[in-house]
C-alpha cells in the first residue's frame, strides 16, 4: 500500500514574506494625479482647459521675459537692441528701466546718500516687531519694540532728536494720568485721562518744548522733508504705521461699541459708521484740505502725517467691527465665567475675553491688514508719489516715455511679496494657536 501523506498534507509556510512596494498607482505623484486631475470627466475636461490656458499664457510671456533688456539707458536703445536681435519692440521686456530707475521706485526722491536710514528703519522695525509676531522669543526684546516707532520715526524724517523723544513723553504722561486718575475717580476716568492727556500735551506743549531743548541742546541728523518721501518706502511708511497703529484703536472701539455706558457705546457707533460710510478717497482729500483747519492756528502739519492719521481711523472702523464679530462669537459662558472668577471688567477683557476673541478674528484682521496695505496707493492722488505716482514720473521723461508694463510688474511683485508674507504669518499663527489649544 502506497503512502499518500505527503502528497495530501497542506503547505504551510515558515518564513515570512518580505515587504514589496506598493503599485505604482497608489503611491506619489500618479495618485495624485489620478485622483485630483483625472478622478472624473468633468475633472478631466477642466484640466484639459486649464493646461490649454496655462500654455497660452506661459507662451505669450516666457519669450517676452527670455528675450528682456537690462542695460541700455533709454527706451530708444532697447528697442534698437531688439531690433537687433530680429525682434518687434514688443518682442521682449525693456527691464533696463529697472536697472536705471529702482531707486526712485524704492526710495522716491529720498537723498541717495542717506538710503541707509530707511533701511536700518526697516531693520529696526521688524526687530522690534519680532516679539510680537514670535512670542516665544526673549521677552526683554519688548524694550526695543517699545523704542523702535520713535527710532524709526527720527531716522525716516531726521531733524532734532527731542522731538520723538517729547512725543514719547506723551505716552509716559497718559499712563501716569491713567494710574493716579484710575485709583482716585475709577477705570473709566483714569482711560478717559489716558487719552485726553497725550493729546493735549502733544497739541500745546510738545513742539515748544522740543523747539527749546533743540536750542539748548542741539542734537540731531539731517532734516528730510516729507515731500521726498516716495516709492514703496512711502507705502512702506504709511502701510505699517497705519496698521500698528490701528490694531490697539480698532480694540478699544470694539469694546467700546460693546459697552454700557451710552456715551461711549454710542460714540463709538457714530465714529465707525460714518468713517465705513465714506470712500477712503474722500478722506484722503480731508486729510489734504481740511485737517488743518481742526488744528491751533499757525500749526503746519505734515502731509504724511495726516495721511497716516486718516488711515489709522479708517483701518481702525474695520478692525473694530472685525473683532466686534469675535467678542459676538464668544459663548456667554466665557463672561460669566471670568465674573465669577471674581476679575474686573478689564482683567476678564485682558486675561480671558479678549484672547480668543482676537484668535477667532485673526483671518479678518490680516485680510484688513492686506487690504489697507494695497489701498496705500490712493495717496496718489493728492499728490504724494507712491510707486504708482513715481511710474508716472518715470513715463513722462523722454527717456522712457513710452514704457509699462515693466513698471507694473515691478511693482505687483514687489506688492505681492508684503501681502503673501503677511498672508502666511496669519496661517502659521491659526496653526500655532490651535496646536496650543489642543
Known sequence: MTDTTSHTASYVRTEMLGEKAPPST?????????ENLFSSWMNIILTVLSIFVVYSVLAAILPWLINSVWGTGSLTECREV?????????????????????????FGYYPSELYWRPVLALVLFLIGLAPVLFPDLNKRLYIVTLAVPFVCFWLLWGGSIWLPLIIALGFVIGYFGMTLVSGTFGQLSGTIAA???PILFWLFVAGPLASWLGSIIPIGIEFVASRSFGGFMLSVVI????????????IALALARQSDLPLIKYSAVIFIEVIRGVPLIVWLFTAQLLLNYFLPPGTNFDLTLRVIIMVTLFSSAYIAEVIRGGLAALPKGQYE??????????????LIVLPQALKISIPGIVNTFIGLFKDTTLVLFIGLFDPLGISQAIRSTTDWNGIYWELFAFIGVLFFIACYSMGRY?????KKLQREHR
Not at 239 to 250: N, R
Open 195 to 197: 487719552i485726553v492727556l
Open 82 to 106: 531688439l531690433a537687433e536681435r530680429g525682434l518687434g519692440s514688443h518682442d521682449g521686456a525693456c527691464f533696463s528701466v529697472l536697472n536705471d530707475r529702482w531707486h526712485q521706485l524704492v
Open 239 to 250: 502701510g505699517l504705521a497705519a496698521i500698528v497703529l490701528s490694531l490697539p484703536l480698532g
Open 26 to 34: 497608489e503611491v506619489g505623484p500618479i495618485k495624485w494625479v489620478r
Open 426 to 430: 496669519s496661517l502659521y499663527l491659526e
Open 337 to 350: 465665567g471670568a465674573d465669577s472668577l471674581g476679575l474686573s471688567y478689564w482683567q476678564s477683557m485682558r
